[in-house]
């Protein structure tokens, strides 16, 4: 994945290589003036010695070496401009069906992962001070737990919550079981953005033949989608196009391999403008979308439609 490198990250880059630079050409007129040369021939004379020991081998390696040890001094292991690589086992779920278990962190990871062999019944993860970055119950987490996945392992599910590592949070993690099992939860993270977002998910109602829309949305999904059911995308470019359930599985399989059941409409390339769905019997509809990870902003609770 591609380490995204921020204006300021880039500023501070530049301003470490001029210091450097800078404290190297002062050493070396220091150690010219330590030796005191005798009149201007012995000043150039000295200064050609510093400048060819200065490109010798030995003193590229030495100064290479400081300067990666100035950078390791310089960067904080969390909110430093190199990504953070973190994996962790957050938990152990309590077994039992409509048990639930509550863990705390102080960050928000990117991805959350577990091994179920009966799917969990409920997901809820609030931000303090943010909202509810994600709500939903077993119908979703089967959708959100394959996205974009080319392949599963067995009864594991991947959830993206972020895009990634966002530190300085506090983060309460409600999951409900759903039969006697311990699955373990496990949390990662493969970078840190520059722009923190979160991947939300929320849920909502479809009511029978309302023709709702759907817009500004990262994925949606209709799992309970009947078969006479209608879905009509009308993209960026002014395309529209009818879509029934089957077609949806169809057209999903452009960006994800684990497929089956899920009708999951994929808008991470953003070429969608608006949905429509006219269903025959009031669903629930299961949409993610990036929002701002702002520090003192509130998350919107509410689906746009």
């Not at 086992?89 to 309590?94: C, F, I, R, V």
């Not at 979703?140 to 919550?161: K, T």
């Not at 999904?221 to 002014?238: E, H, Q, R, T």
């Amino acid at each position: 994945m591609r380490l995204p490198v921020s204006a300021n990250t880039k500023r501070k880059g530049k301003a470490f290589l001029f210091f450097f630079g800078l404290v190297v050409f002062i050493a070396m007129i220091v150690r010219v003036f330590k030796s005191k040369p005798q009149g201007v021939q012995g000043y150039v004379s000295a200064v050609k010695d510093e400048v060819k020991n200065l490109t010798s081998i030995n003193s590229i390696i030495m100064l290479i070496g400081a300067a990666l040890t100035l950078i390791g001094l310089s960067l904080d292991p969390v909110t430093g401009s190199v990504p953070l690589v973190m994996g962790v086992a957050l938990g152990t779920l309590t077994t039992g069906a409509a048990v639930v278990s509550t863990f705390n962190t102080t960050y928000v990871p990117k991805i959350v992962s577990y091994v179920a062999a009966t799917q969990l019944t409920g997901l809820k993860i609030t931000v303090q001070g943010d909202g509810v970055i994600f709500d939903s119950d077993a119908n979703g987490l089967d959708s959100a737990g394959v996205l974009r996945q080319f392949g599963q392992l067995s009864n594991q599910y991947q959830i993206v919550l972020s895009n990634g590592l966002i530190s300085g949070k506090n983060v309460i993690w409600e999951f409900t079981n759903s039969a006697a099992q311990t699955p373990v939860i496990y949390v990662s993270s493969d970078e840190t953005p520059a722009r923190p977002m979160y991947l939300q998910l929320l849920r909502q109602a479809v009511l029978a033949n309302s023709g709702q829309n759907f817009t500004d949305f990262a994925t949606l999904a209709f799992p309970s989608i009947g078969a006479s059911d209608v879905v009509n995308i009308l993209f960026n470019d002014g395309t529209q196009q009818q879509f029934n359930r089957a077609e949806l599985l169809a057209y999903l399989q452009f960006t994800q391999n684990v497929v089956s059941s899920r009708y999951t409409i994929d808008n991470f390339a953003g070429r969608i403008k608006t949905v429509n769905i006219i269903a025959t019997a009031a669903q629930t509809a299961y949409v993610q979308r990036w929002v701002p990870a702002l520090k003192g902003a509130m998350v919107n609770q509410s689906v746009n439609m």
